[in-house]
């Protein structure tokens, strides 16, 4: 199958957000959350944007979170994403990323955020950071992670966009398959609409899904399959269920 990021329902939302917190007003706060269940390609679209906004001059800062990370090892990380080795006491490293971000106009990625949300110290450090530049900042997480940030007031209170991550459908699956199958390899309705049900329209169980779609069509050196020609083939490892 082909490499590439392919524009669906999610990524487009997930630029209009980007580009919502990069446009809004000085009254506006610019935090932005991001959050969905595992599997519907949240990390993939905002490494697709990071990627985009780096090809067009723009320098974001993307870190991951770690369950063991402090505001510490958050920092040293954000440091080492800016090209400089951590700072002490804290504070001066809190002065050079934000000096930082002011000066290239930096917006930050804050990957796997549910790790720090029960830590008070860490999430106050992102919360310095963005008070003290006003630049993006972007949170993604999980499903939960919009209920449990809401009991920090002072951080919940400055978000202004989120975008949750739905499910794929129909559309998005035939998408899929039309901009990833190689060769001119096309998929019936029916199957298309079978791998939606079955996948629970996670992103990562469409794609392998469609990944042995091609094998068979390479192999049988066919150009079409649909669910008569795919038969009881197994798409999922679900349990014994096809």
Known sequence: MKHKTVEVKNVLRTQDMFSNLQSRSEITPGIGLIHGASGFGKTTTVTYMFNQLTAMGNLPVYVRCYATDTPSSFLARVMKELGS?????????????????NEQQIALFVDEADHIIGQAKTMETIRDLYDAT????????????????????????RISEWVEFMPADN?????????????GIK???????????????????????????ERFALTNEKDYIDKELWGDGQLFLNHGRR
């Open 85 to 101: 080795e951590p700072m002490y006491p804290l504070r001066k490293s809190v002065d050079f990323i934000t000096n930082t971000m």
């Open 134 to 157: 006003e630049l993006p900042v972007v949170l993604i997480g999980m499903e939960e992670i919009a209920r449990r940030i809401s009991h920090r007031k002072q951080l919940f209170n």
């Open 171 to 183: 559309e998005d699956v035939s998408m899929f398959a039309c901009e990833l199958l190689e060769q």
């Open 187 to 213: 998929v019936g309705e029916d199957l298309l609409d079978f791998i939606r049900v079955r996948s629970g329209g996670e992103v990562r169980r469409i794609l392998i899904a469609l990944e042995k779609i």
